[in-house]
Structure formats: structure tokens, C-alpha cells
């Protein structure tokens, strides 16, 4: 079959929730993919941010396979192995002691602001995130979610979600009433436009929720897992969140989430307040197990940071020669974004169009920034060729 005849059929049968490249993707190894027309791709989506280790690591690959093989589903009314040893990993290299497993960022975002508003006791349900924010697509992260355009339509939305002006915490602080039970923020936009929040914005938030004695959500479902630098981002920033969520890369591929949490603030969610049939399912947990293990080995998130520099570097001096289409770089680790110009917002799509002709995949981040998210594992090699091919691209809009 060829990606054509694949796009016909697709057609047909899905609900038309995405707009798809037109590509059907049959294989993947580390950064390269390749389509049913045999053209191959280096890959600076990564899954959105999901394949850190780059398509099918052996490792990760042989951990889902002998699992597989023993046992796939038994539930959570029964312990297993992965599910505990992943927990543990989690735990020993967190803030956190108590995790519960989902499926998604947006079920353990989810299981965050339900623990938030049960902790909180009755009256307390609020919880503040900012605009900009993004946190899912169930209804409830969707009223987190501080973009109207993922509203529309869906209204009425559960109560109890506010927004404040991403970058001012003195809005926040006017926001904080006796019905607020938390604040709820990313350390780095990633969706919409690889928008890092600065330590002392953040070191704010911590300051005010101490004083008015309401917790700290970090949803670190794409920040964290390695892709900023560290295993997660908050250890960058000199404070500690309450409750953190993860997911995305957390099972390179595998579906997973989790939310994590302290001893103290876990107790609220007691037996039967709070479930999943496939959370932390053993074979998802078996592919996080093995990442874990993998990115907490000796000299993985040094790496990570000099190739970080580097592609910033490149990036940085790209923007330097399309002055008419970028202003510069911004993002942490791995989680990059060329900034645009309003001249470079209007051809964004066309350049990522235009790349993955040339057989390199980005995104056009929130409409306003092209963002790069490659495997954690991406080359030199890897990150001149698609600079490259941007400059050749860039070249002709300029
Ligand atoms: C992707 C994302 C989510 C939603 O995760 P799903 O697995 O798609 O439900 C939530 N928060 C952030 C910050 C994300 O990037």
C-alpha cells in the first residue's frame, strides 16, 4: 500500500479530529522513520515528545517483548512487578513517596486535580492555571487549559477553573481566594509556543502558595522524562511542587502516566476514591521501568545538555541569518522553539510543509513558534542536517 491509498482509506473511517501529514508511517529506528513509500524521515517530533530514546530502543523494545510474553493486564486489584518497580524508581528519584498510574497526561492530570480538591476538604475546589497553559482534552483538564479555542463548543465546563495572565504573579496573587485549593502550571509551555516560565516567576507561585496554605501542581507531562535537561524540570528551578504529573515519554511509546505526590497529601485519596482498569498496565510499566533505568544511567543527561547547547547554538545563528523571519531561540534541554516574526508566523506552516517534503519533521507550536522536540538520543550529525535543510527552507521566504 502507498501513504496515498492509506490517506484514502483513513478518510473514510476516522472522525476527522486531526489534520495528518500524509504519510503512513511503517517503521522507526532511534531518529529515522520511514513511510509506506519507502521515504525515510529524521524525526524532530518524536511522537510530540514522547520517543525520547529514539523509535524502538533495543532495551525498551525487550522489556515490552518478555513482558508481553508473561503477562499483559491483571488490573490494580492485584500488585505486579513493573507497576511496583516503576513506582519505586519514581519515588528514589523524585520529591515525591506516593505515585498513582494513569494511561495520559490528561488522566493524570486528572487524578492531580482531583486529589487537589479532595485534600482541600469542601468549599476548597478552585485551582488557578495560566493562559496559555495547556493540560488535555477531558473535560475537566480542558477548563484547566487557559486557551479558549479549546473550549468552544464544549461549554458548559466544569466549574471552578481560573486563569491568570501567564507571567504575573501579582494577578495571581488577587486571583487566590478561600475557595482556591491549588495552582496549577507547566514549567515550560510546550504547546503553545515553547514558553519557559523564569525561576523567579515560578519561586512567586511557590512563595504564594506557601502563604495562603494551597498546593503547587506541576504538570510535567512533556517537560519531564529527561526532555529539559533533567529527569524533571522543577529540579532546575530551586523549588519543589506539591503534586507532578507525567506521561508522554514516560514509557517511550507505551501508553502511561503518572501522578506523584507526598506522603501527607496522598492520604486523602483513600481505597475507592480514585481508579484506572489499564493504569500502569505491566507491559506499559515494563517500557517506563527500562527508560527510567536507562536515563538515570551515568552520563545520559550530560549528554543530553551538550547537544542541547550545540542545536541551540545552530538554531540561535539561524535566527541570526533570517532576521526578516525569526527573533531567536527559546526553550530548555530539548524542548526548543525558533521564535517568528509576524512575517515568519505567516509561512510557518509552509516551512514545516515544506520540510517534510525534504524529509524532516517539526511542528509549528500554538502558530507562533517552529518547535523542536527530537529523540533525547539525536546526533550532531542529526541536528546539522535538518539546520540545514531550515536554512535552505528559510532561504526562500526570506
Ligand atoms: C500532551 C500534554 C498533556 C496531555 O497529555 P495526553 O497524554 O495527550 O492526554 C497534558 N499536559 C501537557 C503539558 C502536555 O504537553
Known amino acids: 500500500m502507498s501513504n496515498a491509498e492509506w490517506a484514502a482509506r483513513g478518510e473514510q473511517v476516522f472522525i476527522k479530529t486531526y489534520s495528518r501529514f500524509p504519510a503512513a508511517m511503517v517503521r522507526g529506528e532511534g531518529c529515522r522513520l520511514w513511510d509506506d513509500d519507502d521515504r525515510e524521515y529524521l524525526d524532530f517530533l518524536a511522537g510530540i515528545a514522547v520517543c525520547s530514546l529514539g523509535h524502538c530502543h533495543p532495551a525498551v523494545t525487550l522489556a515490552v ?21 516503576l513506582a519505586e524508581l519514581l519515588c528514589a528519584n ?43 482534552r477531558t473535560l475537566a483538564t480542558v477548563a484547566a487549559t487557559g486557551q479558549p479555542k479549546f473550549h468552544q463548543g464544549f461549554e ?7 486563569h491568570a495572565r501567564f507571567g504575573d504573579p501579582a494577578e495571581i496573587e488577587q486571583l487566590v481566594t478561600d475557595k482556591t485549593c491549588a495552582i496549577l502550571c507547566e514549567p ?5 509556543g515553547v514558553r519557559p516560565l523564569e525561576p523567579e516567576y515560578l519561586q512567586a507561585i511557590r512563595r504564594i502558595c506557601d502563604d495562603r496554605g494551597i498546593l503547587l501542581i506541576f504538570d510535567e507531562v512533556q517537560t ?6 533533567t529527569l524533571f524540570a ?31 497529601i496522598a492520604a486523602s485519596l483513600g481505597v475507592g476514591t480514585h481508579a484506572s482498569t489499564f493504569g500502569g498496565n505491566p507491559v506499559a510499566a515494563a517500557a517506563a521501568v527500562s527508560v527510567l533505568k536507562i536515563m538515570l544511567a551515568d552520563g545520559f543527561f550530560e549528554q543530553v545538555g551538550k547537544t542541547s547547547r550545540y542545536f541551540i547554538d545552530r538554531l540561535q545563528e539561524t535566527a541570526e541569518a533570517f532576521p526578516t523571519l525569526a527573533t531567536g531561540v527559546r526553550g530548555r534541554g530539548m524542548l526548543l522553539g525558533l521564535v517568528l516574526t509576524e512575517k515568519g508566523i505567516e ?6 510543509q ?23 538520543i539525536v546526533s550532531r550529525e542529526e541536528i546539522d542536517k535538518l539546520v540545514g535543510q531550515l536554512q535552505e527552507v528559510l532561504e526562500g521566504f526570506k
Open 65 to 85: 517483548c518478555q513482558q508481553a510474553g508473561k503477562l499483559m493486564h491483571v488490573s490494580n486489584l492485584f500488585h505486579t512487578e513493573p507497576q511496583i518497580e
Open 94 to 136: 523524585t520529591f515525591a513517596d506516593r505515585v498513582f498510574m494513569a494511561n495520559s497526561g490528561a488522566e493524570a492530570n486528572e487524578a492531580a486535580i482531583k486529589l487537589a480538591r479532595i485534600h482541600s476538604g469542601p468549599g476548597k475546589y478552585e485551582i488557578i492555571s495560566l493562559t496559555g497553559s495547556f493540560h488535555g
Open 156 to 162: 458548559p465546563l466544569p466549574e471552578g477553573f481560573i
Open 188 to 192: 515550560l509551555q510546550g504547546e503553545s
Open 224 to 229: 519531564g522524562m529527561g526532555r529539559t535537561g
Open 234 to 264: 522543577y529540579e532546575q528551578l530551586g523549588i519543589v511542587p506539591d503534586i507532578m504529573t507525567a506521561a508522554k515519554a514516560l514509557g517511550n511509546g507505551l501508553p502511561i502516566g503518572a501522578m506523584l505526590t507526598t506522603e501527607k
Open 347 to 352: 509561512k510557518g506552516a509552509e516551512i514545516v
Open 354 to 376: 515544506q520540510l517534510f517534503e525534504r524529509g524532516f519533521l517539526i511542528n509549528f507550536a500554538g502558530m507562533r513558534v517552529l518547535r523542536f522536540i527530537p529523540p533525547l
